[in-house]
């Protein structure tokens, strides 16, 4: 069975840590896995990662997916408060049906 | 450009009702996917519909159910609600199927009581 599994669950950190968080996935037909941003509202689009071992980044955000050992992880460096949010990881099968994973909650206090 | 809209935004029903959610996409793109968020089941996948046709269905009962227009706005209805359908619903569009880079909207809050 398709499944997407992401840890911790939920952190709590400091301003200026540097956090990772995990994803791990299992899912036919693998071709992409996508890292959202969830706030008290939609969530918005961070990183699709395609090819293993290439990293994205944006700001102080990156993300480096492994094919081979099934798993991403999205790094936050320096954090700020603004950075709390739900992180959420996504990996389309082959139907094009995208399993979610139920989220790492990060909190930043200042 | 406008991004995903979902009317209504906030919506109470009671059990045994039926609710029509709308999705308009970002100008452009053709698919349209559905999904249900619980704090206890996370984002689940409902359906997806590209080119008004169902590409893609979760495992969802058959009172769930959707559709799509020719300008690619969608709905989706739920039958005869029950109180664990209670949920955030958010729709979300990519430019056309298997085009992994999907934008959410805002979502429509549904509470059943």
């Known amino acids: 069975e398709d499944k997407v599994v992401q840890s911790p669950l939920s952190l709590v950190v400091h301003e200026g840590d540097t956090v990772t968080l995990n994803c791990s996935y299992e899912?036919?037909?693998?071709?992409?896995l996508l890292w959202y941003k969830q706030e008290k509202k939609a969530p918005t689009f961070l990183f699709m990662l395609?090819?293993?071992?290439i990293e994205k980044k944006s700001g102080r955000l990156s993300s480096i997916l492994d094919k081979k050992e099934l798993f991403s992880i999205l790094n936050i460096t320096a954090t700020q408060t603004g950075d709390s949010a739900v992180y959420l990881c996504?990996?389309?099968?082959?139907?094009?049906?995208?399993?979610f994973g139920t989220g790492t909650s990060l909190t930043v206090i200042p | 450009k406008a991004g995903v809209t979902q009317t209504p935004r906030y919506l109470i029903k009671t059990r045994g009702q039926q609710v029509t959610l709308s999705c308009s996409p970002i100008?452009?793109?053709?698919?349209v996917s559905w999904y249900q968020q619980t704090p206890g089941q996370g984002l689940q996948f409902l359906f997806e519909?590209?080119?008004?046709?169902?590409?893609n269905k979760g495992n969802f009962p058959g009172r769930f159910s959707g559709r799509q227009f020719s300008n690619s706005r969608s709905e989706m209805n739920v039958s005869t609600l029950e109180l664990g359908d209670s949920a955030l619903y958010l729709c979300?569009?990519?430019?056309?199927?298997?085009?992994?880079?999907?934008?959410f909207g805002p979502g429509t809050r549904l509470t059943v009581l």
């Open positions: 100008s452009g793109h053709r698919s």
């Open positions: 395609t090819s293993s071992g």
């Open positions: 899912v036919t037909n693998f071709r992409s």
């Open positions: 519909y590209f080119s008004e046709t169902q590409r």
């Open positions: 996504a990996v389309p099968n082959t139907g094009n049906q995208f399993y």
């Open positions: 979300a569009s990519s430019l056309a199927w298997e085009t992994d880079t999907q934008y």
